[in-house]
């Protein structure tokens, strides 16, 4: 089996495609296809979740990463190798409780408001971390990494998980030692709080008043491709790597808006898409 050829970064949501191979995920049953547009859950950052939707008429209960070497397919969070390493083969696994015979051709469908509702949730999460950017910038003694806006870059520095969920998301960041040593400061923060979660608004309103156009730079057509996602703000070009989906457009995410938490050393932000 070669890796999945996937059409969902371009915003596909249905396809016709032979099905190359199965395998079996516990009673279940896992169908690889050719070429897919179904967005699988990644083993190595599990953001975004599965989405839902058809295969050949069935519904796909689950859909996985798989990885293939020598004649040995692994699942999830059996993958022993990270995300898109050398020497292995990348599928998109459709979990079915019905298999489906190698060689037939079927057709692909993905649920597409459920897609929409993950697309939404996933910009608004990384708008949202540029935005907690900016309104945290002033606590850093000593320049960290620098974000696509200039900002010292407390999201890819402190965070822990990301969720995404159909309109939300929710990311969790470390306060901890580390941190402290690369000369962040939480002092003060938990009173503060209020007022960080209303810059941050402020900078989501101003970004999806502003219709940025939203884009995925896509470098191949394979499952672990290394893509980029990009959004032109008024303040500049705005880039993370992302293996997600997105809306095309801030002005298509209605209001978004968040909620801070801080508990010891977790922060936490809940992003909320109100459309
Ligand atoms: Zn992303």
């Known amino acids: ?27 279940r049953h896992g169908l690889v ?16 979740p599965a989405d839902r939707g058809t295969i050949g008429g069935l519904p796909v209960v689950d859909c996985v990463t798989g990885a293939w070497s020598e004649g040995r397919l692994h699942l999830g969070e059996d993958i022993p190798a990270r995300r898109g390493a050398e020497g292995w083969q990348w599928l998109v696994v459709h979990v079915t409780d019905t298999p489906l015979p190698v060689g037939e051709s079927v057709d692909l469908a993905v649920d597409p408001a459920h897609r929409a509702a993950l697309s939404a949730g996933h910009t608004a999460c990384h708008l949202a971390a ?12 000593k320049e960290p990494a ?20 159909p309109g939300a998301s929710l990311d969790v960041y470390r306060l901890g030692k580390s941190l402290r040593k690369k000369g962040f400061t939480a002092d003060g923060l938990d009173a503060g709080l209020a007022e960080v979660a209303a810059a ?11 219709d940025a156009p939203v884009r ?6 394979e499952l672990t491709a290394r893509r980029t996602w990009h959004c032109a703000l008024p303040e500049g070009e705005a880039s993370i790597p992302c293996g997600g989906t997105h809306v095309s457009r801030t002005s298509e995410l209605g209001t978004v808006t968040v909620e801070l938490a801080l508990e010891e050393t977790t922060l936490t932000m809940r992003t909320t898409v109100t459309r």
């Open 130 to 141: 540029l935005a907690l950017n900016a309104a945290l910038a002033g606590r850093w003694r």
């Open 33 to 48: 296809v050719s070429e897919t547009p179904f967005h699988p859950l990644d083993h190595t950052w599990p953001d975004q």
């Open 216 to 221: 995925l730079e896509v470098p191949g057509p």
């Open 200 to 210: 941050v608004d402020d900078r989501l309103k101003a970004w999806t008043a502003a």
């Open 1 to 27: 089996m070669n890796s999945t050829v996937v059409t969902f970064p371009e915003g596909r949501v249905t396809g016709r495609s032979e099905i190359v191979g199965t395998v079996p995920v516990g009673e």
């Open 146 to 165: 620098l974000d696509g806006l200039g900002h010292p870059d407390f999201d890819q520095t402190a965070i822990t998980s990301s969720r995404i969920s």
